[in-house]
């Protein structure tokens, strides 16, 4: 009996390891047609609320756009194999002693959890996060990770990826998007739901700014910098980066305040306008 359940279990898991590396290994070439958190959002989203997603080719994508969210989101992007676990010590630091809790998800976690996971917060889902993170680290190249986080990932209600934010809120394309535009896409990230594109406030333009200076101390050759093959990447330049993104961080002068957070508010996609 044991050895006939242990049998189930081991070829269960064996089913489970085989489809979802086919999954992740479908999506290396085939662009995600939807995802678990546009379906949640599509059942649950208001009646006003109209559903917003379009693809586009990573080369058709503003490389601010690019550095905008790394700045943002994942300053070791291109170094890490999906977990950074620096940010992982730095954030657990700095929730010890601070009420507003600091993540440390990377894009690759982001894009795993975005692509093939549902829109919840359970170990279960964590767990499972981590082992997607895993896989695309393997099968898809850095370039094809940020690809598909900047196609699916929120940047509004009910607005999904970059193609479908320029239209609406910017009324261009994603390769003309401007510096500043691209930072303050980047600046709603946290919580698409909550800071608008539409009439971004205090926090969101200080949040712009803030991204604006996390460009310019990462550079714009940083993608070049810290490719896999380059035998001249400057290891000491690249910590200096490092040092420089960590201080302005804590530059409680130049980072938004709680207050000014809260002063940011919600207002339908349908009212959008130019922001810059």
């Not at 594109?197 to 910098?225: H, T, W």
């Amino acid at each position: 009996m044991i050895r006939k359940i242990l049998f189930w279990i081991l070829k269960a898991m064996a089913i489970f390891f085989g489809v979802t590396v086919l999954w992740v290994l479908l999506y290396r070439w085939v662009n995600p047609p939807i995802t678990w958190l546009h379906i949640s959002d599509q059942i649950f989203q208001e009646e006003s609320s109209t559903y917003h997603y379009e693809w586009v080719d990573g080369d058709q994508i503003s490389p601010f756009m690019k550095l905008a969210v790394v700045s943002s989101e994942d300053n070791n992007f291109m170094t890490h194999n999906g977990f950074d676990w620096e940010a992982i010590e730095k954030a657990r630091k700095y929730n010890e002693t601070h009420k507003k809790k600091r993540g440390a998800s990377t894009i690759s976690q982001q894009t795993a959890k975005n692509v093939f996971l549902w829109p919840s917060r359970s170990w279960i889902r964590k767990g499972l996060e981590v082992y997607f993170t895993f896989l695309i680290e393997i099968f898809w190249s850095k370039e094809r990770i940020l690809e598909v986080y900047l196609n699916v990932i929120e940047m509004g209600p009910c607005v999904y990826g970059v193609q479908s934010t320029s239209t609406l809120y910017f009324h261009t394309t994603p390769s003309k998007l401007t510096r500043e535009q691209c930072a303050l896409i980047a600046s709603c990230l946290p919580n698409p739901k909550k800071f608008q594109l539409a009439k971004p406030g205090r926090y969101m333009r200080k949040r712009q700014q803030v991204i604006l200076r996390m460009m310019s101390c990462l550079g714009n050759d940083y993608f070049e910098r810290n490719q896999e093959d380059n035998e001249l990447r400057d290891v000491e330049k690249e910590n200096k980066v490092t040092r420089q993104l960590d201080q302005l961080n804590e530059d409680l002068d130049f980072v938004p305040s709680p207050t000014e957070e809260t002063e940011d508010s919600i207002s339908p996609p349908s009212q959008v306008r130019d922001s810059l």
